[in-house]
């Protein structure tokens, strides 16, 4: 068989088959992920090659835009791509889309070595499983509030890009172990107060993370994304002066949401080992997007403990203790009671702040004296809470 006929077989598999619907040509760094997801399933169409691998196997790929570096010319006829693999073909995958897009615009890295390839061909088929509908729907609101954060934390890494590159040259194991390691469900929380993050943990590719830590920094990696009931990969860039502020494959404006996540909380490691001063991403509030409420207690049931996710909000929002105890107090005063003292709320609300600032985890006792107990008027007990719609 032609090539042609290689790929109408394999575009007619069950995986292709899944979502070959949805592939539209477009814009492959638009915005609003659903347009761009369409506009990569057009570009990842358009770029399926077939290759010759050991012992002549013959198989289907994704090519990459980018080339291998290869100083001395060794391999030029060999493409960047990613193998699909026999196994995946025969399963649908109507969320393939979606887990290629969150891996970002490093995909259209320029210089490629080999390891990085294949890094994210196991994150992505290995790796990556569940529907991620509900991370996007989550984090994609605050897409905005991601780029304006991580440009502001550039900025100060480029200030003192000097240093960093030296520790990285010379002290790059004890550089990667405090950089690289898993990140937790607290420090994402603490970088993107919204709800799933409570839910997530970030890593490395596996078989990444346990190669020689050394050479991390100077990779372009692949991160495995867990929640509670999927997993996804995002591609961060080198932690070189040109990937970070001069590479237009990796500009802001240009990533998934994924991608900014992952990038984000990385550059935030690199500030604190420098003291730089970590940031959070701060999700501007408005009168009408926030609000106080209370949850009751339900019959032979434990009284419902306050929302770290909650409590993060409501202190970041306020910033204020003063400030934040009018607005429960205003409330309150018609229907509710509340069970704390403001002397007690004053501690406990600055004491949350402190934490956050520092990235500290947050204890469940201060974070339910900020989201007190309260008795209404009926004569029941309940939680106060805060959200944002």
Known sequence: MNDREILAKVI?????????????????YAREHAIRSQAVGYWMLNSLTRFTGQDS????????????????????????????????????????LD?????????????????????????????SSG???????????????LVNTIRS???????????????IAIKSKDFALEVF????????LTYLP????????????KKVDGEDITKTARRVNAWVIEGASFKCAAITPRLTYGSIFKDEVFSLEKESIAALLVRGLVINRVSKRFNLGEEKVLIQPTALSTHLRAIPAKIGQKIPEASFTSAIRFVTDYQEPAIAWSRLEEWARESYILTISKEVFYKSFLEIAKRIDKMEELDQDGVNNVLPLAWSKSGKITRVSYSRN
Do not use: M
């Not at 390691?181 to 994402?188: R, T």
């Open 57 to 96: 196997r013959e198989y289907i790929g994704i090519q990459l835009p980018g080339e291998f570096y290869d100083p001395l010319g060794f391999g030029k006829a060999l493409k960047p791509h990613i193998e699909i693999p026999e196994s995946i073909l025969k399963k649908s995958d109507a969320n393939f």
């Open 12 to 28: 007619s598999t069950p995986f292709f088959s899944s979502f070959i619907g949805k592939c539209v040509e477009g814009d492959i």
């Open 99 to 127: 887990k290629l897009t969150l891996l970002g615009s490093g995909l259209h890295f320029k210089w490629w070595i080999l390891p990085e390839v294949l890094s994210i061909r196991r994150a992505l088929f290995r790796e």
């Open 153 to 167: 934390q550039q900025d100060k890494l480029r200030d003192n890009w000097g240093y960093i590159a030296e520790e």
């Open 181 to 188: 390691g898993v990140i937790n469900s607290n420090e994402i």
């Open 131 to 145: 529907t991620v509908l509900d991370f996007i729907k989550a984090v994609e609101p605050s897409r905005d509030d």
């Open 194 to 205: 919204i709800d799933i993050s409570q839910n997530l943990k970030i890593r490395l590719e």
